[in-house]
């Protein structure tokens, strides 16, 4: 569902086009990517539920450092206020994409915890033009990936519930 005139520097970096919702957005070192399977069967079949469910996730992780963060109905993702004399901004620090194929879920979420926000330079981030990004470490918050690991472990289970579970009975014929 990317535009292609929101890959600004198509040299840049690799491009993998992958069929999920969302449009460009760019994964690398710095940044916790989580691959959420969850089956919505199981969870009311509600899509827009499940995104919810994310976004409070993230709001949540981010909270454990004091982070206050939040979503808006006119953008996809979890979004930061930054103020300083005279100015303020919002500022995307997660971004959300996923697709679902017989009620469930891949793909998922990624955390900007100390990625290089350069890199973002050469696209428009979830073809949102008017906004930048942050991360942790930009904030002011020294977390590392394995607290930011901790953090989402303990909200994942706090808004989705235990959901690991083993594989079904195999039944012999």
Known sequence: SSKDGDLLDAARFPV????????????????RVAYVMLDLNHRGRDVRAFVRGLEQWIIGALGEFGVPADVREDRVGVWVERKGPGWSREDKIAAIGVKVRKWVSFHGISLNVEPDLDHFSGIVPCGIADHGVTSLVDLGVPATMAETDEALRVNFRR?????IQGPPPIRSA
């Open 16 to 31: 993998h086009r992958s069929g999920r919702g969302g449009q460009f957005t760019y994964h690398g070192p710095g940044q």
């Open 159 to 163: 808004v989705f519930g235990s959901t």
